[in-house]
């Protein structure tokens, strides 16, 4: 095996989906400044949150509901409404 190839930041991580709450524990080596304890456990790992996973997204669940966190569905219905009403006139 080669040696120093992998990474030095290799560890255990808790991962946090933002849009239900749903925690992973995961090896992994990315970066994160944020601690926490898990739920499951109660030990403390670096925390990376999530904004869509396995756990939330509609594909996995089979539940569709909207993940816009960022109002676009609703500009773009407010944009749409504003120009029925102008061809209206």
């Known amino acids: 095996m080669k ?4 990474p030095k930041d290799y560890r255990k991580v808790l ?7 749903s925690e992973f524990i995961i090896a992994s080596a990315v970066a994160s400044k ?12 670096p925390i990376f949150r999530l904004e ?3 756990a939330s997204h509609p594909f996995y ?17 407010a944009r749409v409404a504003k120009a029925k009403a102008k061809s209206a006139k």
Do not use: M
Request: net charge positive; no cysteine; aromatic share 6%.
């Open 3 to 6: 040696k120093d190839i992998h």
């Open 15 to 21: 991962f946090i989906d933002n849009s239900n709450g």
């Open 34 to 45: 944020e601690k926490g304890k898990a739920k499951k456990d109660g030990v403390e790992y």
């Open 52 to 54: 869509v996973s396995s």
């Open 61 to 77: 669940t089979g539940n569709e509901k909207s993940l816009d966190t960022a109002g676009r569905a609703e500009k773009f219905k």
